[in-house]
């Protein structure tokens, strides 16, 4: 399960914020992939019935909280969105990839270099 081996601390909870891939594209909250060359690809959203949002942020749910599918359907439910079980699960394997890019490549352009050096004397 991916939820168990991800942190999420580096991506916020505002959703606008822009995610670098691996491959150098730009991931946008509108799922919109903007490459090197600032040029637009198709968005990952094209064809959901849901904001992009509210895609994300059930997926980050499952992913950072292990939370069953069910779960995030009655924590949507709550909030006014009526989404099955099995669009989330649909969700979480279309969409899974395409965060641990952004969030791999973030990891390793991040300042804060966690590598452990030993030295001999």
Known sequence: MYGA??????????LSERLR????SVL???GVRVNRDNQAESSAFVGY???PEVILLAVRWYLRYGLSYRDVEELL???GM???HVTIYRWVQRFTPLLIDAHTLEMS??????RVVVTQR
């Open 49 to 51: 019935r849901f904001p």
């Open 28 to 30: 946008t909250s509108d």
């Open 109 to 114: 352009h991040d300042g804060d270099n966690s």
């Open 82 to 84: 009526e989404v099955d």
């Open 5 to 14: 081996t991800l942190r999420w601390t580096s991506i916020s909870s505002s």
């Open 21 to 24: 891939c691996v491959d150098g």
């Open 77 to 79: 439910t709550e909030r």
